[in-house]
């Protein structure tokens, strides 16, 4: 069997971790009103329309047509964002570095007061809700490519569902953004590669590989994280309907991938699993923040490094990966091609990533219900 491919082809570095490198990525959408990404990829008209020929896909089809919510009118945009509380009560009044184990001295970070904190903490805000927007956008672009490509009925009306949920999406968080926060952030250049990479991939499953299971996985953990986390009511109400939505989407991954996975051969497996690592390491170059220390007047490399080595970011990180990681498993790409004493390769990586311990996790396939707007959530 040919070998997997080096880290250098899969994400242009030879260390995963080499945060010179991560750091050196330009972001060349900057400024720009729009991009143009050629998708590639064939059209797929079916004949045979026999609706719940897969039924996972058709009950979770039925499920998705009964769970439509209105943006506009189901949250309460009355509710008043004091974003300036909600940064002293996530961080702290003032700077506290002997909690972070951080020697400030010698760095601009040694003069920040109350102030710049308090600055960072809003700025912070105002750039994950960007990213997260920005996101939605991918999955909307992806899920509609979805329903042009796959070959199944049952998995093209889901799809269309799907659309209709991330138009949504992005129009809330695009909402919450210019009438509740201050400011908008470009989208970060790790995530805008993966967006590209997903969509100019022509092989449908790919799509759904990159978003239902890596990007959406991904957003489903730090939605739950920050839902659980925020004490500002819109934010919360807003993410735990976008939730209920995309633990669907994730399991409408899980459930179209487990059939199609089960018929590849060895070496197209193993270009799924590169393609997973190589997802699972821009996502998580992606959560660096690198551009809100930028903003703030910091050199980005000094305080990354801060912000990687804080615990709280630690467990964090490794949370955004508690969902892909079961679900990975679910689909066989952890394991496919172990060979006797040696561990399968995406095993093997997300091993070095730090995110294997979630491999026994619920999976996104059987949990789906638990996340239903009637459903009392975990
Ligand atoms: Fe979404
Ligand atoms: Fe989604």
């Excluded at 997997?4 to 945060?19: F, H, K």
């Excluded at 600055?119 to 939605?136: A, D, P, R, T, V």
């Excluded at 089960?262 to 923040?289: C, H, K, N």
């Excluded at 892909?324 to 091609?337: E, M």
Aim: include cysteine.
């Amino acid at each position: 069997m040919p070998e997997y491919s080096t880290y250098q082809e899969l994400i242009d570095r030879d260390g995963a971790n080499d945060l010179d490198a991560i750091l050196s990525v330009a972001n060349p959408y900057v400024g720009q009103q729009e991009t143009v990404v050629a998708d590639g990829a064939d059209t797929m008209f079916t004949w045979d329309y026999e609706k719940g020929a897969r039924p996972g896909l058709n009950k979770l089809y039925e499920k998705a047509k009964t769970s439509q919510w209105n943006g506009q009118t189901d949250l309460d945009w009355s509710i008043e964002v004091d974003q300036e509380a909600i940064a002293v009560f996530a961080n702290g009044a003032e700077p506290n570095w002997d909690a972070m184990d951080f020697d400030p001295s010698g760095t601009p970070l040694a003069k920040w007061t109350s102030k710049e904190w308090t600055q960072w903490g809003i700025e912070q805000q105002n750039w994950s809700l960007s990213q997260f927007m920005h996101g939605e956008q991918g999955a909307l672009l992806c899920t509609a490519k979805i329903v042009e490509t796959v070959p199944w009925i049952d998995a093209k009306y889901y799809a269309s569902t799907q659309v209709m949920d991330e138009a949504r999406h992005v129009e809330v968080f695009a909402k919450y953004l210019d009438t509740k926060l201050s400011g908008h952030y470009p989208i970060n250049a790790h995530l805008k590669l993966l967006l590209d990479d997903i969509v100019s991939d022509s092989r449908w499953d790919m799509t759904y590989l990159g978003m239902q299971i890596m990007v959406e996985g991904l957003a489903l953990a730090a939605f739950g994280f920050i839902h659980m986390m925020t004490t500002e009511p819109l934010l919360k109400q807003l993410l735990r309907y976008v939730m209920s939505d995309e633990a669907r989407h994730v399991a409408f991954g899980v459930l179209s991938l487990k059939e199609y996975y089960a018929e590849l051969s060895g070496p197209e497996i193993r270009e799924r699993q590169e393609f997973a690592f190589e997802a699972a390491v821009r996502m998580r170059d992606r959560f660096l923040q690198q551009e809100v220390w930028d903003r703030m007047g910091v050199p980005v490399s000094e305080a990354v490094s801060l912000v990687m080595m804080s615990p709280e970011q630690q467990m964090f990180q490794q949370l955004l990966f508690s969902k892909i990681v079961p679900n990975c498993k679910k689909l066989g790409l952890l394991d496919a091609g172990a060979t006797n004493g040696q561990p399968g390769w995406l095993r093997q990586k997300f091993g070095e990533l730090g995110v294997i311990q979630f491999e026994d996790w619920v999976d996104t396939g059987e949990e789906y219900e638990s996340f239903a707007l009637d459903a009392e959530m975990a």
